[in-house]
């Protein structure tokens, strides 16, 4: 049974330019989540997709947008790339089941350097 | 300022020493997560506490919830090699569609 997937593993960028990171949630797992980890801090959340929808959003700008699929598998999108965004990305799957919030699995992340 | 204060920020002990790490808030959690991470991965769940004053122990960790539901703290005995990583306590925020992290705490064990 495959855990979280992230793509690309490492992506180098240049100020200003656009990025799309991508994840397979764990099989049976319909929620996905966002995270920016920042060098020496714990992951900051950035938006949650259910059901194709964006259904909740951390404190980042619109500069960061994402997308869930049918497939529930996601993609974190993020424009006008600034040094500050060099991070490491999680996403986490979970399986929706209200009102108890359920366990969130992380993938690896993938690491991205703006220069 | 982090809703979640966790200390020390850095531990660098031998095989063999305990240890202990905190995570300390002024806000009353109903539940709270530690996590550990090791480099190049992703965060994994180690335990949830619920009930103020509990205690959980997973092998050589053992992990408290304050009585009043504000802070935690991880101890680790005759720590190892393999018990390096960053070490982080979380919350679940908002019906569970968030985790708001500490800062956490980089543990090194030396052999």
């Known amino acids: 049974d495959a855990g979280v997937t992230q793509s690309p593993t490492h992506l180098i960028k240049t100020r200003g330019q656009q990025v799309t990171l991508r994840c397979s949630p764990k099989?049976?797992?319909?929620?996905v989540s966002w995270y920016q980890q920042a060098l020496g801090q714990g992951p900051q959340f950035i938006f949650q997709?259910?059901?194709?929808?964006?259904?909740q959003r951390g404190n980042f700008p619109d500069r960061f947008s994402g997308h869930q699929f049918p497939n529930y598998s996601s993609e974190l999108n993020v424009n006008a790339l600034l040094l500050g965004d060099s991070a490491l990305y999680l996403c986490?799957?979970?399986?929706?089941?209200?009102?108890?919030?359920?366990?969130?699995?992380f993938g690896p992340g993938t690491r991205l350097t703006v220069l | 300022t982090q809703l979640l204060e966790q200390s020390p920020q850095f531990l660098s002990i031998q095989e063999g020493e305990n240890l202990t790490v905190y995570c300390n808030s002024s806000?009353?959690?109903?539940?709270l997560q530690w996590y550990r991470q090791e480099p190049g991965e992703g965060p994994v769940l180690l335990v949830t506490v619920v009930t103020g004053g509990e205690v959980k122990k997973l092998k050589r960790l053992t992990f408290q919830f304050g009585d009043a539901r504000k802070d935690s703290s991880l101890h680790i005995t005759a720590a190892q090699p393999g018990d390096t990583g960053l070490y982080l306590c979380a919350v679940i925020m908002e019906y569970g569609n968030k985790l708001v992290f500490g800062a956490g705490t980089i543990l090194r064990v030396k052999s």
């Open positions: 099989s049976g797992h319909d929620t």
């Open positions: 986490a799957s979970s399986l929706r089941v209200l009102p108890i919030p359920d366990t969130q699995y």
């Open positions: 997709y259910y059901e194709e929808e964006e259904r």
């Open positions: 806000s009353v959690f109903s539940s």
